[in-house]
C-alpha cells in the first residue's frame, strides 16, 4: 500500500470517526405554497403577461449544528392556464427566525424546458413550535430551454404563500 | 391584441400598469409552450402560422433555384415582432405553405417566423423573406451579400 493510499484511508477513517462522534442530527421540513405573479421577457423584452400559477411541494435540510444553513429541493407544478412540471434546488439561508432568502437553481422539464436561476425571501409567520405560515417574494431568469422563444430570456416575479412544517 | 390578451390584461391592472410605463406589451404568449398546438407564439400573440405567416423582409428566394436579394432600404430594420405582427394580418398566403427557414448570410437577423407566399399550384412559386432589412445598411440598395438565402422555404409547390 502506498502512503498516498494509507492517507486517504486514515483521512476516510477521521471523518466517519468524526461523524459518528458528533451530536449531529439533520432536521427534516415540508412546505406547500402557491405562487403567482408577473412573467416577461420574450424575443424583443417587450411582452408581460400574467405568470402562471405554481404549485411547489418541498423538503428542507439541515443539520442542528448549523439550523442557518439550509437545503431545499422542491417539486414544481405549473397549474394554469397552463401546466407544466419541474424542480428547483436551493441553498437557504436563514436571517433570523421570521427570515430566510434563499438563491439556487429552477428548471421546467415537462412539456417543454426552462432552466435557470431563481432567488427569494421568506417571511415566516409562526402558527406553533413546529408550523408556520410564509410568504415571500420570488424571482425567476430562465436562461436555457426549449420553451424560449428563438433564445430569449423570460423573467418572473413571483409573490408566494404556504405552509412550512418542521418534520 | 386577442380577446384573451385583453381579458388578460384586464384582470391585472399591475400588469397593464407596468406594460404601458415600460412601453411593453401585455401578452397571452412568452413561452413556446403558452400556444395551444398548431399556434405560434409571435410578440406576445399565439398566431396560426402554419397557415396564415408571411412576414414583410427583404430577400425573395425563387422555386427555380436561383435567389434574387433585395435590399430593404429601411435601414434601421424596424422592430421585427411588429413587422412580424403588420405581415401576418396581411396575409396573403394561399393554400398550405409550411414553414420557412431562416434566411442566412446576407441577412443580419434570423427569420424566426414563417415567411411563405404562395401563388399557387401552376406556378409553385414562393417567397422567403428575412426580416429586418436584411443587410439594408450599407445604403446602395443592394443587399452585401446578394446569396442572401433562404435556402429552405419549406413550402411545397403543389
Same mark, same amino acid.
Not at chain 1, 29 to 47: C, D, H, I, K
Not at chain 1, 56 to 67: G, M, N, Q, S
Not at chain 2, 77 to 84: H, L, M, N
Given at each position: 500500500?502506498?502512503?498516498?493510499?494509507?492517507?486517504?484511508?486514515?483521512?476516510?477513517?477521521?471523518?466517519?470517526?468524526?461523524? $459518528?462522534?458528533?451530536?449531529?442530527?439533520?432536521? /427534516?421540513?415540508?412546505?406547500?405554497? /402557491?405562487? $403567482?405573479?408577473?412573467?416577461?421577457?420574450?424575443?424583443?423584452?417587450?411582452?408581460?403577461?400574467?405568470?402562471?400559477?405554481?404549485?411547489?411541494?418541498?423538503?428542507?435540510?439541515?443539520?442542528?449544528?448549523?439550523?442557518?444553513?439550509?437545503?431545499?429541493?422542491?417539486?414544481?407544478?405549473? /397549474?394554469?392556464?397552463?401546466?407544466?412540471?419541474?424542480?428547483?434546488?436551493?441553498?437557504?439561508?436563514?436571517?433570523?427566525?421570521?427570515?430566510?432568502?434563499?438563491?439556487?437553481?429552477?428548471?421546467?422539464?415537462?412539456?417543454?424546458?426552462?432552466?435557470?436561476?431563481?432567488?427569494?425571501?421568506?417571511?415566516?409567520?409562526?402558527?406553533s413550535r413546529t408550523v408556520d405560515l410564509v410568504v415571500g417574494p420570488e424571482i425567476d431568469v430562465f436562461v436555457v430551454g426549449s420553451d424560449l422563444l428563438n433564445n430569449s430570456i423570460v423573467w418572473q416575479g413571483l409573490l408566494q404563500a404556504g405552509v412550512h412544517v418542521d418534520l | 391584441m386577442t380577446s384573451r390578451c385583453r381579458r388578460t390584461s384586464s384582470l391585472l391592472s399591475l400588469s397593464f400598469i407596468l406594460a404601458t410605463s415600460f412601453g411593453c406589451t401585455p401578452g397571452e404568449c412568452l413561452r413556446v409552450s403558452d400556444c395551444d398546438n398548431g399556434l405560434t407564439c409571435v410578440g406576445g400573440t399565439c398566431i396560426d402560422a402554419g397557415v396564415d405567416a408571411r412576414v414583410d423582409t427583404g430577400v425573395?428566394?425563387?422555386?427555380?433555384?436561383?435567389?434574387?436579394?433585395?435590399?430593404?432600404?429601411?435601414?434601421?430594420?424596424?422592430?421585427? $415582432?411588429?413587422?412580424?405582427?403588420?405581415?401576418?394580418?396581411?396575409?396573403?398566403?394561399?393554400?398550405?405553405?409550411?414553414?420557412?427557414?431562416?434566411?442566412?448570410?446576407?441577412?443580419a437577423a434570423d427569420a424566426d417566423h414563417s415567411d411563405v407566399r404562395r401563388d399557387g399550384p401552376e406556378t409553385g412559386s414562393t417567397d422567403a423573406h428575412a426580416r429586418d432589412g436584411a443587410d439594408a445598411h450599407n445604403g446602395d440598395g443592394k443587399a452585401a451579400d446578394t446569396g442572401g438565402k433562404a435556402p429552405d422555404t419549406g413550402a411545397h409547390a403543389g
Open positions: 500500500m502506498t502512503h498516498r493510499n494509507a492517507a486517504t484511508l486514515v483521512f476516510i477513517a477521521a471523518l466517519l470517526a468524526a461523524r $459518528s462522534a458528533s451530536a449531529q442530527q439533520y432536521v /427534516l421540513g415540508g412546505s406547500a405554497e /402557491l405562487a $403567482s405573479g408577473l412573467a416577461g421577457g420574450g424575443p424583443n423584452g417587450g411582452v408581460l403577461e400574467r405568470a402562471r400559477t405554481r404549485l411547489r411541494l418541498a423538503v428542507d435540510f439541515r443539520v442542528d449544528e448549523f439550523p442557518k444553513d439550509i437545503v431545499a429541493v422542491g417539486i414544481l407544478a405549473e /397549474l394554469e392556464p397552463h401546466a407544466s412540471f419541474g424542480l428547483d434546488v436551493r441553498y437557504v439561508r436563514s436571517l433570523s427566525r421570521k427570515i430566510d432568502v434563499n438563491a439556487g437553481g429552477i428548471g421546467i422539464f415537462f412539456p417543454e424546458s426552462l432552466i435557470g436561476p431563481s432567488c427569494g425571501l421568506h417571511y415566516h409567520l409562526t402558527l | 425573395d428566394a425563387k422555386p427555380d433555384g436561383t435567389r434574387d436579394a433585395r435590399a430593404d432600404r429601411r435601414g434601421d430594420g424596424g422592430d421585427a $415582432s411588429e413587422r412580424a405582427d403588420r405581415a401576418v394580418s396581411d396575409s396573403k398566403a394561399r393554400g398550405e405553405a409550411s414553414h420557412a427557414g431562416e434566411a442566412r448570410d446576407g441577412s
